[in-house]
T-cell receptor, first 111, second 115 residues
């Protein structure tokens, strides 16, 4: 079975402070990990995927297979980063190309 | 390029009724996935369609069924609605080229309330 755990429902930081949104996963095969973001009143959209190894909007995430983690980091939080963040895993267990999502972390950046 | 669209945006039904939700894929995409997102939860995979056939299913009962049409649009049908079916239903489209599947792009969702 595949599972994604996001331990924090809400993370509140001050503008300019570092951000780390935690994500741990459980998967027997070789995982593909993603971070999706949902800004207020907008649809769910891809933020980044581990195979791209790129930085989007200042966010980065490194896949750590030893710790089965894919934490999302940003050195300096901006007010516009306030949103709901979902970590997701893609696997082929059970057929298809399904994404397994965590329960999400609400990031609130305060001034 | 047209994004993923879903209809209706909101729907209210009563227990035992049937509902059909619709999704139009993003231009150029051939695969549609459906997800259920209950309040306070992440989206949960219902099933996926490729070339008009179901290509993977999550842990949902048979009363959840779907269709994909030749133009790659899709429907999600839920029979015998239960109160717990109240949720946001998300459609996502992507392009499958054989081995790798590209990013899934999500629609705005249909919010279903079952009374």
């Amino acid at each position: 079975a595949q599972r994604v755990t996001q331990p924090e429902k809400l993370l509140s930081v001050f503008k300019g402070a570092p951000v780390e949104l935690k994500c741990n996963y459980s998967y027997s095969g070789s995982p593909e990990l993603f971070w999706y973001v949902q800004y207020s009143r907008q649809r769910l959209q891809l933020l980044l995927r581990h195979i791209s190894r790129e930085s989007i909007k200042g966010f980065t995430a490194d896949l750590n297979k030893g710790e089965t983690s894919f934490h999302l980091k940003k050195p300096f939080a901006q007010e516009e980063d306030s949103a709901m963040y979902y970590c997701a895993l893609r696997g082929v267990t059970g057929g298809g190309n399904k994404l397994t999502f965590g329960t999400g972390t609400q990031l609130k950046v305060e001034l | 390029e047209t994004g993923v669209t879903q209809s209706p945006t909101h729907l209210i039904k009563t227990r035992g009724q049937q509902v059909t939700l619709r999704c139009s894929s993003q231009s150029g995409h051939n695969t549609v996935s459906w997800y259920q997102q209950a309040l306070g939860q992440g989206p949960q995979f219902i099933f996926q369609y490729y070339r008009e056939e179901e290509n993977g299913r999550g842990n949902f009962p048979p009363r959840f069924s779907g269709l994909q049409f030749p133009n790659y649009s899709s429907e999600l049908n839920v029979n015998a609605l239960e109160l717990d079916d109240s949720a946001l239903y998300l459609c996502a489209s992507s392009l499958w080229r054989g081995r790798e599947t590209e990013t899934q792009y999500f629609g705005p969702g249909t919010r279903l309330l079952v009374l």
